[in-house]
């Protein structure tokens, strides 16, 4: 294979779609298994190709690292490469998403075991144990009033946005 069709092959994504709606665009193999499987059970869409498959590989290590030196050592590149890739805005913009999406699995696993919550509430407020009735009862009313503090903090930073949008346009 030449070096001119090497670099065409290179830039080009391996797309893989499912029926759950997944477009996942990575270079064949750049990611781990694991990461494109978890990715892909959960309706994650993330481009990597404007990256190499060296950045693509060290991703998921160096998005979730505390420190450089940490994302060096545990992603077998060095701290002066580290440094140069996140001066590239396709690899910031890449590990933004990135921590994006672990972020929105995180949210979406927490509201898939709400409903869970409610009913393991609803059992022990029907329980023999006053005590733990009560208990439950008291954390419940309390989630109830935070869940509706939350609504109406985000109901009133929908109306400063779009006040800032009317006063900018």
């Known amino acids: 294979m030449t070096a001119r069709n090497r670099k065409t092959r290179k830039s ?11 477009n996942l665009e990575v270079h064949s193999g750049a990611l781990p298994s694991q990461e494109r499987q ?10 990597f190709f404007r990256l190499t498959r060296r ?4 991703l998921p290590v160096v998005a979730v690292a505390p ?18 890739w996140f001066k590239n805005p ?10 994006h999406e672990c972020s929105n699995l995180g949210l979406q696993h927490i509201q898939a ?14 329980g023999p144990d006053q005590a733990l009735r009560l208990r439950a009862a008291r954390y419940s009313g309390s989630l109830a009033l935070r ?6 903090i985000a109901a009133d930073v929908r109306d400063i946005k779009e006040a800032l949008d009317l006063n900018n346009t």
């Open 55 to 58: 950045q693509q590989a060290a």
């Open 90 to 99: 396709d690899f910031r913009d890449a590990v933004s998403s990135f921590l």
């Open 147 to 152: 869940i509706r503090e939350s609504e109406q």
């Open 38 to 47: 978890i990715m892909a059970e959960n309706d994650v869409e993330i481009r």
């Open 67 to 84: 420190t450089i030196a940490q994302a060096a050592t545990d992603s077998g590149v060095s701290q002066r490469t580290l440094y140069r």
């Open 113 to 126: 075991q709400t409903l869970m919550a409610a009913s393991v509430f609803a059992d022990v407020m029907q």
């Open 12 to 22: 080009q994504p391996a797309s893989r779609h499912s029926g759950n709606g997944i």
